[in-house]
């Protein structure tokens, strides 16, 4: 898989779920350490617990978009460094992925309320297709 489709999965999957690439990272991250797993296995834990709260603001606003192109755009640059890719050209394509994916998500969120797919079936499969591919664009990455 390219350094490109690994940027843009992570970004995707940060853009779905915030903690998902940075997550994904870290935890196939040959000799990361226990505390470092534990705070990022801790933060998506607490995202996908908290994303499921209605007062949570919407992910196309500032509060809920900007931290999901950072962590994108951080979790891409992350993989670039480890596979030995450019780091600009990933944060740039982890940034992007990440504003798509969020539409995308919001899109899904909506399309699935609309059909009557109860919201927390529909939550529960968008986290399933974010953490895939994010840890897909880590498979072989070591």
Known sequence: MSALVRAFLVGAASGGRSQAGIAAVRLTTRGASMVSRIAVGSAAI?????????????????????????????????????????????????????????IVGAAWRQAAADTGIPALPAAIGEDALSYGLAFAACVGTG
Request: net charge positive; proline share 7%; no cysteine.
């Open 46 to 102: 607490g995202e996908l617990v908290a994303d499921k709260r209605p007062e949570v603001p919407s992910r196309l606003s500032v509060p809920g978009l900007v931290p999901r192109v950072l962590l994108g755009s951080t979790a891409a640059v992350l993989l670039a460094r480890r596979t030995h890719n450019g780091v600009i050209t990933a944060a740039l394509v982890g940034a992007g992925a990440s504003v798509g994916g969020a």
